[in-house]
């Protein structure tokens, strides 16, 4: 079983709508989770982090988290062009929960 | 606002030859991440450096590989007799994190280093 798993898209969003991007991992034991936007030959940005269950907001961007179902969501409000890059979401994991562990990104595009 | 900086930007090498990859980690920092991404694929986690040590590394990071902090402010990647399949963009990364477990878990990214080996 995959770590952290998210679909892959290509995902399309018409331009202030909202886009949903969802995240399942499969190590119970993790406490800390991530969502990290990545455009294209650029690395790793932080957006949000969640460490407890339920809604995390924070602007446009609002995380959820639901440690009983190994589910990690990220909602972005009011979609903008300049979104569309790939989302990654990442989990604190291994054996000594000493390394972040990366899905394999979710692909989005806000279309004007 | 503080970054973590690595160099060079673009590194080119013959195969066979050895690369150091550099990296200043945010001030204060404690913990150290290597990653890397071959083009198109997912960001793969290759080891992290904590007290001076390596704390876990994975199943990419073999005796090819090794890390060092040579001083109090730059954590290396060393890459010994390079392949082509080395090349990729090599991300180091920071977090503020200790064995205090209230202290910050987040990982912030340099620019990268796109490793061609030819």
């Known amino acids: 079983q995959k770590e952290v798993e998210q679909n892959s898209g290509p995902l399309s969003v018409p331009e202030g709508a909202i886009a949903s991007l969802n995240c399942t991992y499969s190590?119970?034991?993790?406490?800390?989770f991530f969502w990290y936007r990545q455009y294209s030959g650029k690395s790793p940005e932080l957006i949000m982090s969640i460490y407890s269950n339920g809604d995390k907001e924070d602007g446009r961007f609002t995380a959820q988290l639901n440690k009983a179902s190994q589910y990690v969501s990220l909602l972005i409000r009011d979609s903008q062009p300049s979104d569309s890059a790939t989302y990654l979401c990442?989990?604190?994991?291994?054996?000594?929960?000493?390394?972040?562990?990366f899905g394999p990104g979710t692909s989005l595009s806000v279309i004007p | 606002e503080p970054e973590v900086t690595q160099t060079p930007s673009h590194q080119v090498t013959q195969m066979g030859q050895e690369v150091i990859l550099r990296c200043v980690p945010i001030s204060n920092h404690l913990y150290f991440y290597w990653y890397r991404q071959i083009l198109g694929q997912k960001v793969e986690f290759l080891v992290s450096f904590y007290n001076n040590e390596i704390s876990e590394k994975s199943e990419i990071f073999d005796d090819q590989f090794s890390v060092e902090r040579p001083d109090g402010s730059n954590f290396t990647l060393k890459i010994r007799s390079t392949k082509l399949e080395d090349s990729a963009m090599y991300f180091c990364a920071s977090s503020g994190r200790g064995r205090n477990p209230l202290w910050s878990t987040e990982a912030f990214f340099g620019q990268g280093t796109r490793l061609t080996v030819v």
């Open positions: 990442a989990v604190l994991g291994g054996t000594s929960y000493d390394k972040v562990i």
């Open positions: 190590d119970r034991g993790s406490q800390s």
